[in-house]
């Protein structure tokens, strides 16, 4: 038996491998926070995965609101949640003191918390102590499962389609959600596949594939999209950028795990240097998409570009629509905002199926 | 202030970052190994680095030996000794409880112990304690240093070298050592920058990058390789290979942190399969060659091969002199055993520095 297949049987779920299962549905818990940029893990699970959100709640009566019902954890726990998910960032990526009663009240309530911050909820005071007096986990999203094996690069059944990106946070999550979306209207088994925090919570489990130890990279990837049936597809949500400076091997062992039979270029137009990394110039999608084949192939040699997903987030809908369209011509690829969706993105659809 | 030079500082060594630091000289703890294979790491450090190594120690009177002369962890205490190495390998990787007296004793000598095996030390029962009682450390080279910053791709001052390879386990640490050993044998400043657990052993600290965090890869190797002086050479051991199915992540984090000037492929003639995985093929040295200029240049546009080094040891020197010639000629680079040595070695120097 391989270590692979040991650990698959030993989570006693085939279809999800060993990866993280969160406690759904949630009770998204918003802080005392006013500007939604910081809640924008609450707006993505409240967009993405409405079937997975019960109602919210806040430790302000003035915090921002997704427009679900506010509610105490008491009140979500009798409707049905099975956690509280601290759906808000803040600058410094802390749990402040503000927050933690009514985390306890959500513990007390018989709820989990559900983290996806860079501190560790078993370093609060207090929290600890309280989740193993009433049974409670105390779950971080950023930890990995422990038992990840080395990479075997055995091709594994079933389809498997990987968004990639010139650079970080250009909607390589947003993308992956949005084909499975569309493959699922046409009829079309298809699963989410999340390897960052905002995406485990919606996808309700995944692995954070930053966080993995780099000598198991590739395995981790193998692992979160397991044998499958030969229709079914998984869509699997990139992670950096091959062209990164840092984060290129996360992107490289990612790729070469989930051995995908399409990948689709996730790019910002307008952004000339990488977010954070000035001296970097973004690359172009042709460099992308020659590397990712390049790379690509040694696990299945039969990848190839499914279409271009452009972030047209700064541009107003006819300056999309004109570049978009210039640019499918030019590159000889479909490219959409699946944002805007459209004929656009329902060519790029049945490109990557074609 | 960065991340970066925060952690330097605090390190308080500049010219070695804050990477691992051993205590050096060692006594050479052999067990009861009676196999040379299973000694790999105690030859090494006895070929590659005889001014750190005091001595040798066995469980059994019958081990293999070093050819250094052998004595009791108090002797070597009383020649200067500060650590005892594990410096063998059983195939379970694994400590088992006949070493464990002498372990003892090591420490009641007031050595450190020094292990690059899979079990942590604090995992073994009365050595913690032992250790703690008598104010010693227990010391795993697997174990990375705590504060990896994320990557700046920042340019560094000083010249690098990496060693690159077609697979795992084919010289890439050799061929490091013996090409900074011709630096030095030139007069040229040159450190050989470890990271392997017996690499790190030799050099006396490093960075173990396969057991790095995959944000943090490319910036453990940005702390490996420091600025340093504009002639200084650093001789960075390589991981894996970039077409490797399970650590090509690892291969390209290295690459982008260690910025190198000069790389040098490493390879071994009439291997056609991967190790351990065989369904595999070993891809060519031009294939190599290829890839890594084209990921390489990302963070140092002047990087360019420097030659290649082939493993001939399944050769005589008659069939690895006429295969070094004809795949010379082939390449158009420098090809050489640096076991071998010879004209062969010194033209790839040449080429390296030129």
Redesign the interface.
Known sequence: MTAIQRVREDSGDASDGAALALPTPYLLFVGDVHERGYAKTAFGLKDWAPDKCVGECASDPLAVTTGLPRMTPAEAASRGARSLVIAVANSGGYIPASWQPMLLDAIDAGLDIVSGMHVRLANIPGLTEAAWRKGRRLIDVRTPPADIP?????KRSGKRLLTVGTDCALGKKYTALAITRALAQRGIDADFRATGQTGIMIAGGGIP???????F???AAEMLSPDAAPGHWDVIEGQGS??H??????????L?GSQPDIFVVCHEPGRRVLLG?E??AVPSVEEIVE?TV??GR??NPAIRCGGVSFNTSELNESEATRLMAEEEARLGLPVADPIRGGPAFDRLIDHCLG
């Open positions: 080395v990479a075997t690069g055995r594939m930053d966080a993995v130890i780099a000598d990279e590739a395995g091959l062209l400076p840092a984060y290129a091997g996360v992107s490289l062992g990612l070469h990394e001296e970097f590397l390049a790379l040694r696990t």
